[in-house]
């Protein structure tokens, strides 16, 4: 059984091939399944605790603008989880990449993930100098 987390009802419900609700549907208000959800969480997390740790504002600004993209993406309809556990920013960005690149598989448009990493990589040359 899969877990959906319900965000408005919808009328109008679409799914992909893989039974999935459509990207769109989702950015109208529809529903999203825990999985999508807590890959979601862990990708803002990531970049929010990049965007934390980064040594210069420009880079935090930068990975900020990655997080508003990727909320953009999501109809800002976005959770969070706790990235405490994680202490290397290298552990983080490939986490956060990892994370990014798995929502390819709950709909998102591979553009759109691969433009979402692309500010990322530019954040992150920003944070190293």
Same mark, same amino acid.
């Given at each position: 059984m899969r877990g959906l987390i319900h965000r408005s009802q919808s @009328? &109008? *419900?679409?799914?992909t091939t893989s039974g999935s609700p459509s990207a769109s549907d989702r950015q109208k208000g529809g529903?999203?399944? /825990?999985?999508? !959800?807590?890959? =979601?969480?862990?990708?803002? *997390?990531y970049v929010a605790a990049l965007a934390?740790?980064?040594?210069?504002? &420009?880079? *935090?600004s930068a990975y900020e603008r990655a997080l508003l993209e990727?909320?953009? /993406?999501?109809?800002?309809d976005c959770p969070a989880l706790d990235s405490e556990d994680l202490t290397d920013d290298r552990n983080i960005l490939l986490a !956060? @990449? *990892?994370?990014?690149? +798995? =929502? +390819?598989n709950y709909g998102i448009n591979a553009l759109s993930v691969e433009l979402i990493l692309a500010m =990322?990589? &530019?954040?992150h040359d920003l944070d190293i100098g």
């Open positions: @009328s &109008d *419900s679409q799914t529903t999203m399944l /825990v999985p999508h !959800a807590q890959t =979601l969480a862990q990708a803002r *997390s934390d740790r980064a040594l210069t504002l &420009d880079a *935090s990727l909320d953009r /993406v999501h109809g800002d !956060a @990449s *990892s994370a990014i690149r +798995e =929502l +390819e =990322l990589v &530019d954040a």
